[in-house]
């Protein structure tokens, strides 16, 4: 469910899916393309845009109606590495590992499914996941806490 003048350079953007659903976005630090761009599709509960805007450009002071009823939407979490490196496990629906992605200074995650984060060098990432915050929100699914192998 993507608008239709969704296009863009994929060397910058990484679609992971695994029988037609996205499990993750990736956004690598080399996106570029001119203009406010969303490459979330237009259902997830998480639209993530990159302005790449010229110096002097305005966005008109607005804000967001809030939305009805959030009962229901799937949770997303967004990383974005500061400083360093790590290295993402991007899990199926099946709760298998699907795939690993080191990424680097720049680069963001939005998760659509279950994930680990291996910290590669010493990093610095900043999460941005939905609110409010609720102490059970996380569930360890695939044997153990502390897997160091992702």
Not at 20 to 33: G, R, T, W
Not at 107 to 136: A, C, M, T, W
Request: charged residues 30%.
């Amino acid at each position: 469910m993507f608008r239709k003048n969704k296009v863009f350079s994929m060397s910058s953007i990484k679609y992971i899916k695994s029988k037609d659903k996205v499990l993750a976005i990736v956004i690598f630090n080399s996106f570029d393309e001119e203009g406010l761009k969303f490459p979330t599709p237009d259902d997830f509960p998480l639209q993530v845009g990159i302005h790449v805007r010229k110096c002097g450009s305005i966005v008109k002071p607005h804000k967001h109606n809030p939305l009805e009823n959030i009962d229901k939407l799937p949770f997303q979490e967004i990383f974005h590495v500061e400083k360093g490196e790590i290295e993402v496990g991007i899990y199926d629906y099946d709760d298998q590992l699907y795939e690993k992605i080191r990424l680097k200074m720049g680069d963001i995650v939005l998760f659509n499914s279950g994930h680990s984060i291996k910290f590669v060098e010493d990093s610095k990432v900043i999460e941005v996941k939905q609110g409010p915050y609720r102490s059970d929100d996380k569930m360890f699914i695939w044997g153990c806490n502390n897997d160091s192998s992702l």
